[in-house]
T-cell receptor, first 112, second 117 residues
Framework: GENVEQHPSTLSVQEGDSAVIKCTYS??????FPWYKQELGKRPQLIID?????GEKKDQRIAVTLNKTAKHFSLHITETQPEDSAVYFC???????????FGQGTRLTINP | DAGVIQSPRHEVTEMGQEVTLRCKPI?????LFWYRQTMMRGLELLIY????????DSGMPEDRFSAKMPNASFSTLKIQPSEPRDSAVYFC???????????????FGPGTRLTVL
């Protein structure tokens, strides 16, 4: 089955700097890659997703890139703000499947 | 829409007791997922349903865990008997079918924090 590895497990950056979180997946049949943000004590919420027919997607300060050949995808957050502090999860699912396989999460801390 | 609803939000019980967690998915969503979240194991999929039918229960840890979905608007996750290692946050999520711009987006409920003493 699919396996998703996420790095780093913790990340600390200065406010205003950029943050990058990376994930790799094992199953080449996977074609949908969402990113979820989970604030302390809250539920995971989708922030951005990408499909395998696209190499990059942006939404304001966040972007996701996908390299199908290498089977990895990354989340980029620019001009980080204190409210970006949270745990971020990547996930992958195969074509036609609703099941998501999640990475282990990255705890991002934005230092003022 | 109220979103995914879970109850109770917090549950404290003693080892050996039966625990029942409840979930109401978003109206119109025909997929329902149960997850368990712990610091050690992260976010684990336990089981998911499509149109009230269990599709994949390979994540259910053992026979002490069972899940049902008697209708499109209600699901339960039961642990009997409960053990301290079952302490975790249990999330329910729902989604529309694959296809279209909202493909596979899962909407999570607020979670139930379970503590087994």
């Amino acid at each position: 089955g699919e396996n998703v590895e996420q790095h780093p497990s913790t990340l600390s950056v200065q406010e205003g700097d950029s943050a990058v979180i990376k994930c790799t997946y094992s199953d080449s049949a996977s074609n949908y890659f969402p990113w979820y943000k989970q604030e302390l004590g809250k539920r995971p919420q989708l922030i951005i997703d990408i499909r395998s027919n696209v190499g990059e997607k942006k939404d304001q300060r966040i972007a996701v890139t996908l390299n199908k050949t290498a089977k990895h995808f990354s989340l980029h957050i620019t001009e980080t703000q204190p409210e970006d502090s949270a745990v971020y999860f990547c996930a992958a699912s195969m074509r036609g499947a609703q099941k998501l396989v999640f990475g282990q999460g990255t705890r991002l801390t934005i230092n003022p | 829409d109220a979103g995914v609803i879970q109850s109770p939000r917090h549950e404290v019980t003693e080892m050996g007791q039966e625990v029942t967690l409840r979930c109401k998915p978003i109206s119109g969503h025909d997929y329902l997922f149960w997850y368990r979240q712990t610091m050690m194991r992260g976010l684990e999929l336990l089981i998911y349903f499509n149109n009230n039918v269990p599709i994949d229960d390979s994540g259910m840890p053992e026979d002490r865990f069972s899940a049902k979905m008697p209708n499109a608007s209600f699901s339960t996750l039961k642990i009997q008997p409960s053990e301290p290692r079952d302490s975790a946050v249990y999330f329910c999520a729902s989604s529309l079918p694959a296809g279209g711009p909202s493909r596979s987006t899962q909407y999570f409920g607020p979670g139930t924090r379970l503590t087994v003493l």
